[in-house]
């Protein structure tokens, strides 16, 4: 979710997102007794405290080596183009809007991790062969700038239907759907909202509104957006980003003085409910390491070290989540949602209809 780690500015925070590593993970025999390395394949957003890593690796005896893969699109499309001979061990990263890609094309093989009965139930998935386990979820929504709407005296856009208003000309950048998973979950938050006959009227008055479409979270929350604090030394004018509900928190507690506020907001009518999710690959060398790892997953140690890292909730019965993550941006209390099989039935052909709209 991400993206969302704000992993550009975290150094000296106690943090650590590990590097991404060339070659194509361990060399360790498949399900070797001695293996000692697990290799995580993720999306660009992985990140633990230091602490919570070294902790798992001292009481498990395996240390743990990160390929940070772009954006959760990217890295899916790529895992699974490399399962035969797999970059690595474990997936971190295939959320709700890309999971029936995932398993369609064989990406995991099963192992029910031990936790899942802690897993809350409307996040579990695939229960009858524990191919994935649930890990975090969030809300993909669009996020503003409050110094430029309080400049110009406009009041922030609220709901999917106010950001195809005139007054919001040239305002919004997002993601693209067939690239990036919050690109992809606006697109489908779109399509919730104003239903399969619909969604695509409102692209079109998205795109006669100015609306603009780069690869991937970084380069729109990053340069284009002007809310963030990269941003605003990038240069970014779009002061309407997709981004998620808890980046507001995020620009505070990484801010170098903390303001009492989150310099930017949330629209909380385009919010769209995301779920991630953890897997051991097919063909992965160290499956004893990688089913490890996967219990680890839903310790409460890394549930509750999530939501400062990552910046996203998690989804164990009983974690307690930081009042600094939750002070300076609530959840969003109505996103859209989508059941999975109208996703899986669904998302390939969107995907082309709106990039045949949209970008061509």
């Known amino acids: 979710m991400h993206r969302k780690t704000f ?41 633990v405290s230091k602490t919570v890593l070294k902790d798992f690796e001292k009481r498990s005896g395996y240390q743990v080596r990160v390929l940070e893969d772009g954006d959760a699109g990217q890295a899916v499309n790529k895992a699974i183009l490399t399962k035969d001979n797999p970059q690595g061990d474990v997936f971190f990263g295939a959320d709700n809007t890309l999971l029936s890609r995932a398993l369609d094309n064989g990406l995991f093989q099963p192992y029910r991790a031990k936790g899942s ?47 195809a208003e005139p007054r919001y000309k040239n305002l919004l950048v997002t993601e693209n ?27 079109k008055k998205l795109k006669a509104n100015g609306v603009k479409v780069v690869d991937g979270w970084d380069q729109a929350y990053y ?28 620009e505070v507690i990484y801010a170098k003085r903390r303001p009492g506020t989150a310099p930017t907001g949330v629209s909380a009518g385009t919010c769209f409910r995301q779920t991630e999710y953890a897997g051991l690959l097919s063909n992965a060398r160290n499956t004893k390491g990688g089913k490890a790892f996967l219990d680890f997953l839903l310790t409460k140690e890394f549930q509750e070290d999530m939501p400062l890292n990552m910046f996203v909730y998690p989804v164990v019965k009983g974690a307690v989540v930081p009042a600094d993550f939750t002070r300076y941006g609530p959840r969003a209390e109505d996103p859209e949602i989508m059941a999975p099989g109208k996703i899986a039935a669904n998302r390939d052909q969107w995907v082309k209809s709106w990039t045949s709209l949209v970008l061509k």
């Open 117 to 163: 009965d802690t897993v809350l139930p409307e996040f579990r998935v695939d229960e009858d062969k524990h191919r994935v386990t649930p890990v975090d979820t969030g809300d993909i929504c669009v996020n503003y700038d409050k110094a430029w709407f309080g400049a110009h005296k406009l009041t922030p856009p609220q709901t999917f239907a106010d950001l």
């Open 177 to 203: 759907a067939a690239t990036s998973s919050p690109g992809l979950g606006f697109l489908l938050g779109s399509a919730a909202q104003f239903g399969d006959d619909h969604w695509q009227d409102y692209w």
């Open 7 to 47: 992993a550009a500015v975290t150094a000296g925070l106690g943090l650590v997102a590990l590097s991404a590593l060339t070659g194509c993970g361990s060399t360790d025999t498949q399900g070797s007794a001695d293996s000692r390395t697990v290799t995580l394949v993720s999306h660009s957003s992985w990140s």
């Open 223 to 250: 340069q284009e957006f002007s809310g963030s604090s990269q941003g605003r030394k990038a240069g970014g004018d779009r002061p309407l980003v997709v981004s998620y509900a808890s980046s507001p928190p995020a």
